[in-house]
């Protein structure tokens, strides 16, 4: 099972873009059939869908956080990273990246456990 590591500034400010990278290893994002996907997890709720990447470079995003996402790949240092924009205090969150066989898991998933690898999270803070 793929391992995966999420790295990235821990503090934003308002209005910046929060960019986050996940380095993957055991596996490859641009071969290995997964969907490579980013989650967060804000303080007192449950874990958010914000985006996925198939391995055929097919991008899925929550349409709730769409207009202000995207999701990109180095497949040369087997890296998947994150762009969130115009951040306010409510995108403070531990985000995580996690990989599972099918979108509707990404998208549905209630809990860690539901994915079959994540990364120990990232918690960023925005505040000025």
């Known amino acids: 099972q793929a391992q995966l590591q999420e790295s990235g500034p821990d503090l934003v400010k308002p209005s910046q873009t929060l960019s986050l990278t996940c380095t993957v290893s055991?596996?490859?994002?641009?071969?290995?059939?997964?969907?490579w996907s980013w989650i967060r997890q804000s303080p007192g709720k449950g874990l958010e869908y914000m985006g996925a990447m198939a391995t055929d470079g097919s991008i899925y995003y929550n349409p709730s956080l769409k207009s202000r996402t995207s999701i990109s790949r180095d497949t040369s240092k087997n890296q998947l990273s994150l762009q969130l924009m115009s951040v306010t205090p409510e995108d403070t969150a531990v985000y995580y990246c996690a990989i599972a066989d099918d979108l509707a898991t990404v998208v549905d998933a209630k809990r860690l456990t539901d994915f079959g690898s994540w990364g120990q999270g990232i918690l960023v803070t925005v505040s000025s």
């Open positions: 055991g596996g490859s994002i641009a071969t290995t059939y997964y969907y």
